[in-house]
């Protein structure tokens, strides 16, 4: 098992920024992949980015990729998702969530283990 726990959203205005972590504790092994995901009201939740224990990220859609950035601190087993820049339409529940051998850290199904979200609301 492995226990997810979301921190550092909150309300900002456009073009603020927000810092989210993700603190994992439990059987976290080597190999275990750590992905964001995001939910807007009525949308399907979506892939922000991920992060392999070797450090390679992928960030899942060109509106991310500049404005966010995923890192992680292995002491402290938690990663960390920087927003800037932020917009109306990155208003929503983030959530992040851990599985191991991941092929594709974008897709929902390749995770096991979700935190419970954050909310995170960006106004105009």
């Known amino acids: 098992q492995v226990q997810l726990v979301e921190g550092g959203g909150g309300s900002v205005q456009a073009g603020g920024s927000l810092r989210l972590s993700c603190a994992a504790s439990?059987?976290?092994?080597?190999?275990?992949?750590i992905g964001w995901f995001r939910q807007a009201p009525g949308k399907e939740r979506e892939g922000v980015a991920g992060?392999?224990?070797?450090?390679?990220?992928?960030y899942c859609a060109d509106s991310m990729k500049g404005r966010f950035t995923i890192s992680q601190d292995k002491a402290k087993n938690t990663v960390m998702l920087q927003m800037n820049n932020l917009n109306p339409e990155d208003t929503g529940m983030y959530y992040c969530?851990?599985?191991?051998?991941?092929?594709?850290?974008?897709?929902?199904?390749?995770?096991?283990?979700w935190g419970q979200g954050i909310q995170v609301t960006v106004s105009s």
């Open positions: 992060i392999a224990t070797d450090g390679s990220s992928t």
């Open positions: 969530a851990a599985g191991r051998y991941i092929a594709d850290r974008c897709q929902r199904r390749e995770y096991d283990y």
């Open positions: 439990g059987n976290t092994y080597s190999r275990t992949d």
